[in-house]
Nanobody, 127 residues
Framework: QVQVVESGGGLVQAGGSLRLSCAASGRTFSRYAMGWFRQPPGTERDLVAA????????YYPSSVKGRFTISRDNAKNTVYLQMNSLKPEDTAVYYC????????????????????WGQGTQVTVSS
């Protein structure tokens, strides 16, 4: 089992940048594929980035591709989400999630495949 805690959210102007961090507990972080999701008020939680156990495979939906970058440091048990060129529509609570996978190169895209979730961090982008 793994526990994850997000940090780095805040208020930023449109066009600005933020970097979110997700720190994981335990000594088996490298066994987990990781994902970042976001949930604006009154909407569903959607995937914005996923990364494989090894960090060699990543996935982004078209809404953030080219603006967001997911990365991980297995030595530090941490996954990051670098968000650039932020837009007001990026405003949401951002969640980190972990999924135990056998493949080191598989990215988990389905919300239901992530059993471990953080509490979320608020990102607000002002226009």
């Amino acid at each position: 089992q793994v526990q994850v805690v997000e940090s780095g959210g805040g208020l930023v102007q449109a066009g600005g940048s933020l970097r979110l961090s997700c720190a994981a507990s335990g000594r088996t972080f490298s066994r987990y594929a990781m994902g970042w999701f976001r949930q604006p008020p009154g909407t569903e939680r959607d995937l914005v980035a996923a990364i494989s156990r090894s960090g060699t495979s990543t996935y982004y939906p078209s809404s953030v591709k080219g603006r967001f970058t997911i990365s991980r440091d297995n030595a530090k048990n941490t996954v990051y989400l670098q968000m650039n060129s932020l837009k007001p529509e990026d405003t949401a609570v951002y969640y980190c999630a972990a999924a135990n996978t056998d493949s080191i190169s598989y990215t988990v895209k389905n919300h239901d495949e992530y059993p471990y979730w953080g509490q979320g961090t608020q990102v607000t982008v002002s226009s």
